[in-house]
């Protein structure tokens, strides 16, 4: 089978990113991509350095007439989002992402791209090669860890790079600069629960919610799409106001940081009640799928027999207190910004749901522009589950990168983009985590900026990149690191 990307341009680019898309790139599994821009940077003569958590700095010398410049830092994350869609055979570990081009675009199959931030990847190693762009020192600052909440820059030593310079290459619309983004932390909420056996006229049942889109929990989160694990919380309160019920297990969601497309559980339930219970979940179905609309076509609402589970449920008042912790746990937009109309303040997205032994696990990750935003929102969960009897811990915090509106760095960009493109960009904050302002935080004095290529459904399946905006993304890089050398 012939390879769509063989004849895309730019091509250097191209060439690194179809390289990179058959690595495994994983959070925490990316050692096979570190080797590559290893061998990458060997071929050329650059250096490279390696921290204790294996973070990459490779040193680019500058080209002769530019030597006594700066050092600019070009900064991307080697890790991926790994998303696929139910009932796919595919391993992440061990397969090429498969992919496709249709028009401008080119499209994963059924499973994450991994352009974030692969390309970003992919356009730092390109650029250095180029004969024709004449720039000053560049160090390739690339991290780990990303998308497990920062890990890898998190662990930053300060002297670890040069500049004080740094373009950030993980945004996701080459129409805009990116200036700032929220901070977030996650919050790991565990419900104690006991184990009763259901009375013998109980039946087990399966329910669950699948076929929603789910989608990058910051940069789609004001869109509304259905979280799974919520409509899963909404079904089984529903039939909590008819009947007891024994829950045996459930589960939804992946990803911290993406919403969930999927939900389930295993409950007991009165066999007398099951014909209604069908008729309830076939009318809550029909309402749900009127208010999502068009935003996620493909949600479907499930309730068939199972087989008993090899272990006792929870008896019906842990059912109760957990269902219900389940609804009022908060998800979605919590507030908009007073200061940049149209933009997220706040919001927080119940991600994960897991069953153990005698616990459940709940998993929610939050965001916020401000400090004392994202405080509202934790002391909101926190609240929530101690009054339902849950604990619960914060883990993985990073903090806002506020903008710099005054920084000469942003003239240079937008200066880049009409020299290379003749469009001045947008300056824009976003309602996602990246590395800037963990990074900024590690290493003082940095200043910072971010842009890239037009990406969309970013930790989804069929996540695509623009082709028109990944050269129109490159001749802009190229055209700054001339100007900033």
């Keep these: ?52 958590v294996g973070n990459l700095c490779v040193r680019v010398p500058a080209t002769p007439s530019r030597a006594a410049a700066r050092p600019v830092v070009l900064q991307a994350h080697l890790d991926m989002v790994c998303e696929k869609e139910p009932g796919l055979e595919f391993d ?43 720039h000053g020192p560049i160090e390739l600052l690339l991290t780990v860890d990303e998308e497990a909440g920062g890990i890898g820059a998190e662990a930053l030593e300060p002297g670890f790079v ?51 889109r789910g ?10 799409r259905g979280n799974a694990i919520k409509l899963l919380a909404r079904m089984l309160h529903g039939f909590l106001g008819k009947t007891d019920l024994f829950l ?41 799928s009127a208010e999502l609309g ?7 609402m499930t309730l068939e027999r199972a087989e008993p589970q090899p272990v006792p449920p929870f008896d019906c008042s842990s059912t109760r207190r957990l269902v219900r912790l389940l609804v009022a746990l908060p998800h979605g937009v919590t507030a908009m910004s007073r200061d940049l109309p149209g933009i997220v303040e706040s919001s927080t997205n119940l991600a994960t749901l897991r069953t153990d032994t005698d616990r459940v696990t709940v998993v929610n990750n939050s965001r916020s522009l401000y400090a004392n935003g994202l405080r509202q929102v934790l ?26 509106l005054g920084s000469p760095l942003i003239e240079a960009v937008k200066g880049a983009s009409r020299d290379a493109i003749g469009v001045t960009p947008t300056l824009h904050t976003v309602h996602a985590g990246l590395e800037c302002g963990v990074i900024a935080q590690r ?19 069929g996540e695509r990149v623009s082709i028109a905006s990944v050269a129109r993304f490159h001749s802009v890089l190229a055209t700054l690191l001339s100007r900033l050398g």
């Design 1 to 52: 089978m012939s390879n769509p990307l063989t004849e895309l341009q730019p091509s250097r680019l191209w060439a690194h990113f179809d390289r990179i898309r058959s690595l495994p790139r994983a959070s925490g599994e990316e050692a096979d991509v570190r080797r590559y821009v290893e061998q990458v940077a060997a071929e050329r003569g650059w250096t490279v350095r390696t921290d204790r």
């Design 92 to 134: 992440f570990g061990r397969e090429p992402i498969p992919v496709s081009v249709q028009g401008d675009w080119v499209t994963a199959t059924g499973t994450t791209l991994g352009a974030d931030n692969g390309i970003g990847v992919a356009a730092a190693l390109a650029v250095c090669e180029e004969p024709g762009v004449e």
């Design 162 to 212: 040069e500049g004080r310079t740094m373009v950030n290459l993980d945004s996701e619309d080459d129409r805009v600069v990116v200036v700032g983004c929220a901070g977030g932390c996650n919050t790991e909420v565990e419900y104690a629960a006991r184990r009763a056996a259901a009375p013998k006229d109980y039946v087990p049942m399966h329910v669950g919610v699948t076929g929603l």
């Design 215 to 224: 989608g990058h929990s910051g940069l789609t989160i004001h869109e509304n």
């Design 248 to 288: 045996g297990s459930c589960q939804g969601g992946n990803k911290t940081n993406a919403i969930p497309r999927e939900a389930s559980a295993t409950i007991y339930m009165p066999s007398a009640f099951e014909a209604r219970a069908h008729k309830m979940v076939a009318e809550l179905a029909a309402e749900i």
């Design 294 to 300: 068009t935003i996620d076509p493909g949600f479907r």
């Design 379 to 404: 002391d909101q969960i926190d609240s929530i589950s101690r009054l339902a009897g849950a604990d619960s811990a914060e883990s993985g915090a990073y903090p806002p990168w506020r903008a710099d």
């Design 443 to 461: 290493i003082p004095g940095m200043d910072a900026v971010s842009f890239g290529p037009l990406i969309e459904g970013a930790h989804a399946p």
